[in-house]
């Protein structure tokens, strides 16, 4: 498949997948489903495979997380914030190399009805952003460690780390608002359904550092992963806030390579903070009381 010819088919599913599940004539709208077959990671998604009915909005949706565990409503709001972003990246690209600009031009259309629907339907009446909604009213206040994730959207280049309504959705992630956040001795952060409520996930803090400027903010978020690598040096998938010895994974290729972007992006817009003399050093230990 050529390059045009996949952007084609890119858009087409964009399309199909930001439809209504019932048609105006009461059909059922049926263009991907999910049926768990045997040997399948996942379950079967509800509704023949459809997942929750969706009313059309400008979102798009997808019946699977990012952590590829089954969505509650299928529209991802961290999801839908990233596709709108990428879809402008490539239509920068193509405009600035002269050529398909009318397929540029459509994925210029797609990036502006996708960020203002979420802008427009994802916002709850506390003013932050939900996780999932269905476009009938449904939301699910929540966030999920894996990226994209509403912790990550300045990562993700949706927002600035100052933004209100992200200000306030962080805070918001980073409480008991988040049934997905959780707190221990040694280790806190948020995790998922993905592992045990009891394991949040390190990504979750290097999402934290991206999404603040405030220096003593990054070094608590960065001492708490540095302390809590159980000697390897490496990131876990997540760890047991009981038991921070406890862990999944050893080595979590997502998490390390996450992590190393995080430090060069502070070696852009905080030297200060890994740098002394010229010469990176650990931030000192600190333990977390939550």
Not at 44 to 66: M, Q
Request: charged residues 20%.
């Amino acid at each position: 498949m050529t390059g045009k010819a996949a952007m084609k088919q890119i858009l087409t599913v964009l399309h199909d997948q930001s439809q209504s599940s019932w048609a105006s004539n009461w059909d059922f709208v049926s263009y991907y489903n999910f049926s768990g077959l045997p040997g399948s990671l996942s379950p079967a998604v509800p509704n023949g495979g459809n997942g929750e009915p969706k009313k059309a909005n400008g979102l798009v949706g997808s019946s699977h997380r990012p952590s590829d565990d089954l969505c509650v409503f299928n529209f991802i709001t961290s999801d839908n914030a990233m596709m709108s972003i990428e879809l402008g990246n490539t239509a920068d690209m193509l405009y600035k190399i002269g050529t398909l600009e009318n397929m540029a031009s459509k994925l210029r259309k797609h990036e502006g009805i996708i960020k203002q629907a979420v802008w427009n339907h994802t916002r709850s009446q506390d003013g932050i952003f939900a996780y999932e909604t269905n476009g009938y009213g449904g939301q699910y206040l929540m966030d999920d460690a894996n990226v994209p994730s509403l912790v990550s959207l300045p990562y993700l280049r949706f927002v600035p780390r100052n933004d209100s309504t992200y200000v306030k959705t962080k805070e918001a992630m980073f409480s008991r608002a988040n049934p997905y956040y959780a707190v221990g001795k040694n280790f806190t952060g948020i995790g998922g359904p993905h592992v045990n409520v009891t394991y949040p996930w390190p990504m979750s803090q290097v999402s934290g550092i991206f999404g603040t400027d405030n220096d003593a903010e990054i070094q608590d978020r960065l001492s708490l992963i540095l302390d809590n690598t159980s000697g390897l040096g490496l990131m876990h998938e997540s760890i047991n806030i009981y038991n921070s010895s406890d862990y999944t994974r050893p080595w979590f290729a997502w998490a390390n390579s996450y992590f190393a972007e995080m430090i060069l992006d502070l070696a852009e817009r905080k030297p200060g903070l890994i740098f002394k003399d010229d010469t990176p050093y650990v931030i000192g230990s600190r333990n977390a009381t939550g």
